[in-house]
């Protein structure tokens, strides 16, 4: 069973940049896909960004500000968050599925099968 354990959460103003991890143990990270959600206070959770052996994939609202990166090295991926906004204020999320998931399937939290327990991410002046 593979285990992630995210980091790197904090408080940030707005425009400021955080950088999340994702550690991944259990299992060889790039044998996977991995994304990352988020869920708002009162919100449902919603796909952020994934990525696979193809390439990746944005949510539109976070496009051209986050960007999601794997460290075959360290068995671990990151997603790195530019531009910060209020509304990126959500508890993060990473996750795993299957290598084969195929790219219409990637925003589906059912994709997945294995999940972190979340870091909180705070954008506020």
């Known amino acids: 069973q593979v285990q992630l354990v995210e980091s790197g959460g904090g408080l940030v103003q707005p425009g400021g940049s955080l950088r999340l991890s994702c550690a991944v143990s259990?299992?060889?990270?790039?044998?996977?896909?991995m994304a990352w959600f988020r869920q708002a206070p009162g919100k449902e959770r919603e796909f952020v960004a994934a990525?696979?052996?193809?390439?990746?994939s944005y949510a539109n609202t976070v496009k051209g500000r986050f960007t999601v990166s794997r460290d075959n090295g360290k068995n671990s991926v990151h997603l790195q968050m530019n531009s910060l906004r209020p509304e990126d204020t959500a508890v993060y999320y990473c996750?795993?599925?299957?290598?084969?998931?195929?790219?219409?399937?990637?925003?589906?939290?059912?994709?997945?099968?294995?999940w972190g327990q979340g870091t909180q991410v705070t954008v506020s002046s």
């Open positions: 996750a795993s599925g299957s290598s084969r998931a195929i790219t219409s399937v990637l925003r589906s939290e059912a994709t997945y099968d294995s």
């Open positions: 259990g299992g060889t990270v790039s044998s996977y896909t």
């Open positions: 990525l696979k052996w193809s390439g990746q």
